[in-house]
C-alpha cells in the first residue's frame, strides 16, 4: 500500500513539473531583451521591429564630422562658449565655410545662427547652405543687401537681408528682411514629391518664406555648409569691417 502511495506522489509531481508554465511552449512568443544578442536567436519576428529615424545633431563643441571647406584667406573660424564663430576680414574677398564629411538626401536641415549687425554696405554674407554642385545648391545667404534691394523692401537702418536661392532647376531667388543682432532657426525641408523630385521650403522661425518644386531628387546628395564670404552681390562695397556670426547648432533630421 506504501509503494503504491510513493509512485501515486511521484507521478503527480512529475505532471505538475510539466504542466509548469516555464516549460510550456508558445507558437507566437517573441524574442526576449536576454536573446537579443544572439544572432542565432533571431527570428523573423524581427521585421516587425519599425525603421528608426536618422538623425544628427551637432552642438560645435568641437568640429568632428566637419572639414574645412575656405575657398579664398585663411580658415577663420574657432569653437567658443560652444558656437562656431567665423568671420572674413575687411578690405578681402575671403570666403571661410566648413563643410559636412557626409552628404544628406531628403529631410529637414536647421542652422541656430546668431545674426549681428554686419557693416553697412559690405559684400558679406552668412551663409547656411546645402551644396551638391554649383547648380545643384540651396542657400540662405544673410546681409546688408544692396540699396537697390533695401529700397524694394522699405528696408530699416536694423534691417538686413535674406536671400533665400535655388541655384538651379529652376533658379530661383527671394529676398526677405530680418532685423539684426537676434538669433534665427533657418530651416530647409526637402521633401520628395511621388515622382521622386525634391519640394523645398525655406523656413525662418518655423514660418515657410519660400518654396520650390526642383526637377531633381533622391539620387542627389549635399553636404552641409556653414559660412561667412565676402561676396559682391549681397552689398555694395568691399567690406569695410570684419563681419562674423555664430552658429550654435546645426541639425539634420531624415523624414
Known amino acids: ?9 511521484i507521478f503527480m509531481a512529475l505532471l505538475l513539473f510539466s504542466c509548469s ?5 508558445n507558437e507566437n512568443e517573441t524574442i526576449t531583451n536576454s536573446d537579443s544578442n544572439n544572432p ?8 516587425k521591429i519599425p525603421n528608426t529615424t536618422t538623425s544628427k545633431i551637432w552642438n560645435f563643441d568641437n568640429l568632428t564630422e566637419w572639414v574645412d ?15 562656431l564663430r567665423i568671420f572674413t576680414n575687411p578690405n578681402t574677398w575671403e570666403r571661410s565655410k566648413i563643410k559636412t564629411i557626409t552628404s544628406f538626401a531628403a529631410g529637414t536641415y536647421r542652422w541656430t545662427v546668431f545674426v549681428p549687425e554686419m557693416g553697412v554696405g559690405d559684400m558679406a554674407s552668412i551663409g547656411a547652405f546645402l551644396y551638391n554642385n554649383d547648380t545643384r545648391e540651396l542657400d540662405f545667404e544673410i546681409g546688408y543687401g544692396k540699396q537697390a534691394i533695401r529700397d524694394q523692401l522699405e528696408a530699416e537702418p536694423d534691417d538686413l537681408i ?15 528682411k530680418v532685423k539684426r543682432g537676434q538669433w534665427y ?16 521650403s525655406w523656413k525662418i522661425n518655423d514660418a515657410i518664406m519660400a518654396t520650390v518644386q526642383l526637377s531633381y531628387g533622391k539620387t542627389t546628395k549635399f553636404k552641409i555648409y556653414c559660412s561667412v564670404e565676402n561676396l559682391q552681390f549681397i552689398g555694395d562695397h568691399i567690406p569695410q569691417n570684419q563681419n562674423y556670426a555664430l552658429f550654435d547648432a546645426v541639425e539634420f533630421k531624415e523624414n
Open 185 to 200: 532657426n533657418l530651416t530647409l525641408q526637402l521633401t520628395l514629391t511621388s515622382n521622386g523630385r525634391y519640394n523645398v
Open 69 to 83: 571647406a575656405t575657398q579664398v584667406g585663411n580658415p577663420n573660424y574657432w569653437i567658443e562658449n560652444g558656437n
Open 40 to 47: 542565432s536567436i533571431l527570428k523573423t519576428s524581427t521585421s
Open 21 to 25: 508554465p516555464d516549460n510550456l511552449t
Open 1 to 9: 500500500m506504501k509503494t503504491i502511495f510513493k509512485k501515486l506522489l
Open 162 to 176: 535674406v536671400y533665400m536661392t535655388s541655384q538651379g532647376y529652376p533658379f530661383q531667388s527671394v529676398q526677405k
